[in-house]
């Protein structure tokens, strides 16, 4: 039965993609400064739901790599979403966003038990009592993944994947005539992309200047904006061709993804100590097992000092995108 479900997703998925496909193939393998926008957002957009549906018999699997990549492709799918707000903004896409979140919460329990597991017993060895209350953590784990298997076997998954590819394609806001509509369609990616990722830059080194001061929830917004930042800067590497630009893309995403790191573990380690609560209740202390003041203070000097230096590598500036060009027909 679970294998008859397999092949009727992997085939429900491909179908999916069958109407879009002769367009997919039309499109430019790169991206280009010149490059109209939404031309852009569908080279990326697709690239990042391709990479979704790469990893989902492997997830279904319990393959814990094909997890963490599903997620990673997913959060590029959403970011690029972000990113080339507001022309995609049309009456779909709530519902677009919306079933993209649901799947990300999906995939997301079965991740953070993942990450607490590996911590546990990378810090714990083989104690008999870590091992005892392993098999709570454990067993959780399958429950998880077994809700999450069906989920990506479901019919609602089914219809986020075509609908998803659909929208990528021909959404409404392919087709507004509205001057605006058309003038952000039409808008150079370089253009684009450098005012964007000025003004994503700019807000995060605020914020992070006071990242020592920030509670919990706060430090955890900081920590999407610098993905938000990190995926971007990702997804336009065709732009980063050489010289200066390479430069800028290679010490940026240095400085962005050690402050991602650090960020990234201090809200592990949240997370873990909440699953710990709720998992061991006869294990009192285990809570505390992600408690530790020592480590949170070296994190955040880490992630400190990497925004230092990104502060230093200054803004975005006409020089460090490819030089932009009228619209590529």
Known sequence: MRARMSRSITSSTANAHAKPAARRNALPARLSPGMACDTAFRI????????????????????PDALHQIRIALTHLRTAIRFFSPMVDDARRPNVWAELKWLNGQLGMVRDLDVAIERVVAESGDELAVIAELQHWDEKRAESHRLLARALQSARYRRLVEQTSMWIDSGPWSTRRSKEAIRLRRRTLADH????????????LKKARKLKRLDVARRHQL??????????????????ADGAAAAKQKSMLKQLRKAQRSLGQLNDDVRGQALASSLN??????GHRFLNRKREKKLLRTASVAYRKLDKTKRFRSSDLAPSSEPEV
Not at 44 to 63: N, S
Request: hydrophobic share 40%.
């Open 44 to 63: 990326i957009a697709r690239r990042h739901l391709d990479a979704v549906l790469a990893q989902h018999d492997g997830t279904c699997r319990g393959d």
């Open 193 to 204: 992309a450098r005012e964007r990722l000025t003004d994503w830059e700019t807000t995060l």
């Open 223 to 240: 920590r999407l904006l610098n993905k938000r930042l990190t995926y971007s800067v990702e997804s336009l590497a065709d732009l980063f």
């Open 281 to 286: 209740g006869a294990v009192l202390d285990a």
